[in-house]
């Protein structure tokens, strides 16, 4: 069979999507169009919507994905609770000295919690109140701060436990724990990375990335050791409970996202601050992100439903196995493909979207499916950063002042997009970087 029928829903799903219609509700929307139409063209069998109840059940009954509302939970506690706030302060008291130094602790913090919370959203917006004001109070540049916070932010999708990669493990049907220790090196160096850009920037321009003034330092000596041993503590004791307890196969990842749900609301009784608000608004949060992944399933699995009764399945099979290159015609299409998008629509729209298309055809080419899923995510992190609908851009938008132009935001990301496609390009060069 061609691919008309599958090609033309494709181009109708996206056209409702970047014509601005919720993405789940566009999904399910082209997917009872073209059952309908399908049905009535004679080459699909409206009954097989019937199997929509079946498969949603299925969903709902997923483990694996119970663990996305625990790590969220996680998240947003650290956050409402100001932990990641006590931190960010501490970490900036510790490397204001250095020239860069601030832009160094915004990295470190950013990978701290990253491997604390998984959460995105809740990195760039911390970061973004709390450093940004500092930053540009003591001249540096509007672009390095904005571009050093959403990058910072976003390692929260690469480095372990990242909700991203919960997804993307259910989407590819790889074991969650082995996408977690196959993409935590990957999301140390990409860490690293953007150490070593911040290094280099502050010795070339050091007017725009200038050290704190001694009258600004507060802590000295040992008062600020301790300071900083009781803001790490907290983060450090999540990243050993959730990740120690899966790496060293104590737990499932359900398992240890509950712990960590129930760790972070310790810490928080531990600090005094959990509060009722704190509660609340965690609660809250942790619901909207979590109906949101799972409205988007319900329309994703109604559209792969249909397009698999058009066959379009076996038509992309047969296009991506058929490929120039074999393997790495496809792994060359998939970056583009996921990057492209990237620029237009969500990560999470991408998982659900894209990765069940791409993984049947890497699994006939012998493709490392961990190894592929890292790849994918770390190239799905461009996502958040690509304008003009990077969520990260959007999050950071949201928490600045109005003197810093969107464009100064959008200049501010460009050398972080590129340092992230080298990371991409050194992991395809060297694919044992993933280890599981």
Known sequence: MNGWWPGLMFLVAFLFIFSGYPVALALGGTALIFAFLGHLAGVMEWSLLFAIPERLFGIMSNNVLLAVPFFIFMGAMLEKSKLAEDLLKTMGALFGPLRGGLGISVVVVGALLAAATGVVGASVVAMGMISLPVMLRFGYSKEIACGLITASGTLGQIIPPSVVLVVLADQMGVSVGDLFRGALWPGLALAGLYVVYAALVALVKPHAMPALPKSERELTGVALLLQVM???????????????????????PTEAGALGAVGAMFLALVNRRLTRSALRETMDATTRLTSMVMLLLVGSTAFALVFRGLLGDIWIESLLTNLPGGKWGLILIANLVVFVLGFFIDFFE???????????????????????????????????????????????????PEEIPTSAIYRGVIPFIAIQLVALILLLLFPHLVHY
């Open 230 to 252: 009781k803001a790490l503590v907290p983060p450090l004791f999540l990243i050993l409970v959730v990740l120690g307890s899966i790496f060293g196969g104590v737990a499932t």
């Open 350 to 400: 991408i998982a659900f979207i894209i990765v069940p298309l791409l993984v049947p055809a890497a699994r006939i080419l012998g493709i490392d499916l961990v190894w592929f899923g890292v790849m994918l995510g770390l190239n799905l992190q461009t996502s958040f950063l690509t304008p003009p609908f990077g969520f990260a851009l959007f999050y950071l938008r949201g928490v600045t």
